[in-house]
């Protein structure tokens, strides 16, 4: 076995947990990878990275899959990084971008968390697995597993969007509609493991997901010549991508390929319907409980409890970022507002964050010269529920010219 890392820790104890065995949680709470970083810096420059082809897997040396394993891909491509001057004249800012997470296979950032668990489930014999899913989760694992040939399970609320239930029933995968949120659909999956024998795939209930998201920090930092942005915007429901960059920057300083003075705020952004980070963050609490009621058209972060709060809150306060949250009522316009001021398919988890980023350019917290990275979490065309359209006819023999 040919692989970079030393150990499995436990997040809440640091408790370490040999590599190379099927692992989910340790004492109900997350696990993290742990890597042999000297050895890492000796194997491997950022120089020999930038040879290799555009994908996530060309930081292999800083992901759990050993080296003589083959990947489950779907070929991810390293996502765009794309300036946006005239949305960022309209804000206020000289530095503005988005990170397209919409152009990987799946057509959202899940494509690398998948691609990474599945894989490493694979290498470890799983043939089945479930999860639940509050939207592009599912559809992705689906995808993956197929990819696979593992058998795939997907629980999610009845009333998440039609384009996510459709992508998991087109992959093959055994789809439900649970009447009930995420967390409900996660109690199902936890219920069956023993009576079905799947493997929890559940956000941050094995410790690979995060491990693929992490190249989302990896690519930032290549894509800005390896440095950092000044303030990173991010919508958060289950937090792996959150968690993963703030592993990946810390890695990477480590490893002396960024420097080490000065690490990106990072802002996590939430939907006032379902802030559970944000409310236990403004009470200076390292948990969140339970959010009531919880509903946002933003479907990814209808997320009312995450097992991995006190890692999210944890890398908020020590990046010097916040957890806010965005109005219910603006996401449809700004879906529309930043994706037709440059083109990108803007989903509404992102729109929540450019309602955040509004505020904090208006209050002084974003300051016009910084460089803002918002991440854009999947396509706007898979929520297709958030923003309904009804195009005005015209008259195909007699055209209305006065009225266009």
């Known amino acids: 076995m040919t692989t970079f890392v030393s150990h499995l820790e436990a997040a809440i104890d640091g408790t370490r947990i040999p590599f190379g065995r099927l692992v989910g949680m340790h004492a109900d709470r997350p696990v993290w990878v742990r890597y042999d970083l000297d050895r890492i810096r000796q194997a491997v420059t950022p120089a020999a990275i930038a040879n290799r082809p555009p994908t996530l897997w060309r930081y292999r040396e800083l992901l759990p899959l050993p080296l003589d394993a083959e990947p489950v891909t779907l070929g991810e491509g390293m996502t765009p990084l794309l300036p946006c001057p005239r949305l960022g004249a309209e804000l206020g800012l000289t530095d503005l971008w988005v990170k397209d ?30 999860l639940p899913t509050a939207g592009n989760a599912g559809g992705a694992a689906a995808a993956y597993a197929a990819r696979a040939g593992m058998e795939c399970f997907v629980f999610m609320p009845a009333d998440t969007p039609t384009v996510n239930q459709f992508e998991a029933h087109l992959y093959g995968a055994k789809a439900y509609r649970v009447n009930g949120l995420i967390h409900d659909c996660g109690k199902i999956v936890k219920a069956g493991a023993d009576r079905m024998g799947w493997f929890d795939l559940s956000t941050l209930k094995e410790p690979y997901r995060l491990e693929g998201k992490k190249t989302m920090g990896l690519e930032v930092a290549e894509q800005l010549g390896w440095t950092l942005p000044d303030v990173i915007l991010y919508p958060t429901g289950g937090g792996t991508g959150l968690i993963g960059m703030w592993k990946a920057f810390r890695e990477l300083v480590e490893l002396g390929w960024i420097p080490a003075g000065k690490l990106p705020r990072l802002y996590s ?73 440059e083109g990108i398919s803007v989903c509404p988890e992102t729109a929540v964050c450019f309602d955040v980023l509004e505020g904090l350019i208006e209050r002084g917290e974003v300051r016009p010269h910084e460089r803002v990275v918002v991440f854009n979490t999947g396509a706007a065309t898979k929520y297709l529920e958030a923003m309904p359209v009804e195009l005005p006819a015209v008259d195909r023999d007699a055209v209305a010219w006065d009225k266009l």
């Not at 152009?103 to 290498?123: D, H, N, Y």
């Not at 403004?282 to 006190?310: C, H, I, M, Q, W």
């Open 101 to 130: 997470e919409s152009q990987l296979p799946t057509g959202s950032f899940k494509s690398r968390g998948q691609t990474m668990c599945v894989s490493l489930a694979k290498w470890l014999g799983v043939t089945r697995v479930a």
């Open 269 to 341: 952004v939430q939907a006032e319907g379902c802030a559970p980070i944000v409310t236990a963050f403004d009470k200076g609490e390292r948990f969140a409980e339970l959010f009531p009621n919880a509903r946002t058209v933003a479907s990814g972060l209808r997320v009312p409890a995450a097992v991995g709060d006190f890692m999210m809150l944890d890398t908020i306060r020590e990046s010097g970022g916040k957890a806010i949250a965005g109005k219910e009522a603006s996401i449809a316009s700004w879906m529309r507002r930043a994706s037709g001021a």
